[in-house]
Nanobody, 131 residues
Framework: QVQLVESGGGLVQSGGSLRLSCAGS????????MGWFRRTPGNKRELVAI???????????LYADSVKGRFTISRDYAKDTVVLQMNNLKPGDTAVYYC?????????????????????WGPGTQVTVSS
């Protein structure tokens, strides 16, 4: 059974930091793009950050414009884990954060449709940022 399991969400004040971790099991994720999406209280689904598979340019990372300079994604390809370090958190970052793995040939050109690229989802972890 393929699974993605997140940990590390919680409540933090504006300007604080949180670290989200995700561990994959049931298959190898080495060749798949792997990263994070979020669903906001307004029910908007958006890509937060994703890092491509080992056979792609493993330095390639996509970030949402709203998190650039504040969030950092990293992967351990040998352990099938992905981490999202979130600094300088803002109330607008409040959302349920989902670990995700996508098809290796996914098209990331349309931000409104990136969620459709995801092949595997974690159950989600709540991040709440108070002002």
């Amino acid at each position: 059974q393929v699974q993605l399991v997140e940990s590390g969400g919680g409540l933090v004040q504006s300007g604080g930091s949180l670290r989200l971790s995700c561990a994959g099991s049931g298959r190898s994720f080495t060749l798949l793009p792997m990263g994070w999406f979020r669903r906001t209280p307004g029910n908007k689904r958006e890509l937060v950050a994703i890092k491509f598979g080992l056979d792609q340019n493993k330095n390639d990372i996509l970030y949402a414009d709203s998190v650039k300079g504040r969030f950092t994604i990293s992967r351990d390809y040998a352990k099938d884990t992905v981490v999202l370090q979130m600094n300088n958190l803002k109330p607008g970052d409040t959302a349920v954060y989902y670990c995700a793995a996508a098809a290796p040939d996914a098209n990331w050109a349309n931000p409104d449709a990136n969620w459709a690229n995801v092949a595997y989802w974690g159950p989600g972890t709540q991040v709440t940022v108070s002002s």
